[in-house]
């Protein structure tokens, strides 16, 4: 029978390195067993587990999500396996396996199943391997953090050679490490690292273990989080030793021997197992070298590990947070660099000025080192020069959620639509098309502009209207602006594809303020509502400087730095209902080529630059929706929110257009009283004193804001910064209001409420205009009100949490 079980073992691809003295010791420990067609083998929930071989017959692996059928997701044949995610895991299955014939196994206990593991360790690298690519061929998105768990068990057998960086960082650390390497590597006693997540704890241990034990010695690393479902049985301790049901071949310190055992997250590990883990280095008589690392001061050690297990570690060694040494920062960022370089046979990148000094102002509080490092990669691959500058930087915290919001992509048709984007690709050429007809109308045949109303509309629709939508679906004309379909065109065909120079970026709302205050002034001065020429003259100069600057730098360098009315819908778009998020732990965890930044061979990248995990506010999103399409993972979603919560929520925006809102709202009174209102004649004096008035008020709204919100050195949004955000609905009042005047027919319509012999019809009747302004006003102030209030008390509500943690 043992022949019978050893002949069917030596079928299986996994055991095909085993001798056959070696598949016959592993055959007595196998038990044959047969199911009948449709019966389950292993249910989905089950928590007693075992290891099968499929040896006759077929199965499927079958999976039921919450509150749908269940649902195939592979077919097994003979000589596959089953059962041994679950074993190694301790977690429930997350799957049935239903016999679709009659079909012969062959099962291993869990005692079983560990022995063999440990009895041949190449055999456990080898399992994990083809586990991790049966994983990858079943459910991802199912057991992605099953897997990401497996592989870290996995490391205790890999070797560590490539795995790090070899960098220290400036000479001052490096010679402190070295000295400290050499220290260390005199094999006085075990060795506790202590250290926050990332400072390099696990390279410490690596490069201590290589000098005392050197490359080849075994570097067994387990993890103190799962120390007490995993290996407490594979520790032995001298009196449990004789008791134990279980005799193993070997245990952890077998494994270790002659090298490094390294336990991270230590204080991790229940005080009960601590217990058993002290008596047990006690008692393996310096087989192998401990190493136990933890996230801890080193005052703190007594508080979280046992006294006993304390003792076992003769020395200790504290690895400095990055941002106590902030001076090796640019020197590991440009060696991390030089090493992706040469992985990738590029060029090598370098970092400039602005990006550099971006790095040394973080904190790294997420990963230190580790997190160092995941900004320089993704900058790495998304850059597409060889300087990285602050666009390729994306730092901190991802975008958190806030609140309910309801994604529409989950309507398939909707999802479909946006997928394909032949229809934004239809309005965007369609609106170009009506643009060119409506300049060259303006332009050689204004009269006919003028009689059939065409004319009218571009001042009393156009403008009226972005500022109404805009609250409601943020800056969604950005993405069928004639403008930007234009520049788009011509930069396709022609382009330089120069950095951004780094003033633009740092100062893109001083731009922004400055073109929109004299596209406002010029519009007045020369009385262009009411002359088609002039209004022609005003479109194609925006066009023009959009098509320069799309020739000269990348993507929509135009509509985020420069463009006054996309710097207006931007502001407004803030707190509007729409947004376009991605779940950041998918992009995080899967997303290694960052199509949403860098675009896919038939759709270019975010024209905004924006990296979607990263993207927590309006701002900067045009909602051009190729995210949407060129996302491998299905992380972006399109959700409609409700208005206005940005503004209380706000973490990160560009914190300069806070002025920008500061400029709108001064220019607001110049506007409406003296441009709508008072035009009565437009002299020269009257030319001169609008002027002053209105520069005079914009620039002065401007300065206040920027002398309440600075000092603005980081993106994090103040709370001075969300409470001048939260003007926002008054700015958009008062240019729909001023707007609105412009609608066609808008001042000669008069609603009546009755009619008065004695008095006379005007105190019965009363104009569209007071009436909208009326209503816009009281909007505008009601909700800024809201907000503002909304801003204070949530500021309260995090400081008060803040306080109690
Ligand atoms: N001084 C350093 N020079 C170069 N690379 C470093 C340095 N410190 C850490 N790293 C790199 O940072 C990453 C994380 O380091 P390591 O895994 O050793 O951190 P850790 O403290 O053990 O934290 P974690 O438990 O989160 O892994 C590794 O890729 C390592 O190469």
Redesign the pocket.
Known sequence: MIDDKAYSLSNVELLSDLSSAELAELASEFQWENYALGTEIIKQGQEEHAFYILIKGKADIMIRKEGHRMRRVRSLSPGDTFGEFSLLNGKASASTILCLEECQVLTLDSEGFARMLLRWPKLYQMFIGRLTQNLNEANLTLSEANYKEILRSALQLNQYKD???????GPR?TAE?ERKLEELAQPKGHLLLT???????????WYVHQRQSGTEAPFVVVDGRRFDQQWKDLIMEPASQEESSVVYNSNLFDIAEGGTLFI??INLISPHTQLKLARSINYQRNKCFIIG?LDSEPDDLERIIIPELRKCFAHTYE?TPLRERKR?IPI?AQ??LEKLAQKNQRNVPVLNQEATQLLLSHHYQQ????EL?QVIERAFYIAEQDVIGLEQIFFGPTAEQNGHTINLLASPTLKGLLKKGVLIGWIRRAAAALFIGLVLLLLFNPQVAVSTKIFALVWGLWWPLLALISPFLGRLWCTVCPFSTIMDFVQKRVHMNRAIPEFVIKYDYILVSFLFLTIFWVEVITDMRFNPSYTAVLLISIQVCAIIIAVLYPRHTWCRHFCPLGGFIGTASVGSMLEVRADPSLCLNKCTTFECYVGTENVPGCPMSQHLPFLDNNLDCKLCFNCVRNCPNGSVQVNLRLAGREVWHLVRVNQGFAVFIGVMLGILVPLYYLASFQRIEVSTSWKVWFSLFYWGAGLTGGMLAWMIVKPFKTKAASLRVKLIFAFTPLVLAGHIMYQAAYIPGIRSLFLGIGYNAHSGLQSFYISATAIANGIALTFGLVLTGITIALVLLRTKEKRTARSKN
Not at 195 to 205: L, P, S, V
């Open positions: 795995k790090f960086y070899g960098l220290w960082g650390t490490v250290g926050e997540r990332g400072t390099g704890r696990q390279m410490m241990a991270r997250e690392s690895i090796d590991l060696g991390f990963g230190n080192v580790s490092i």
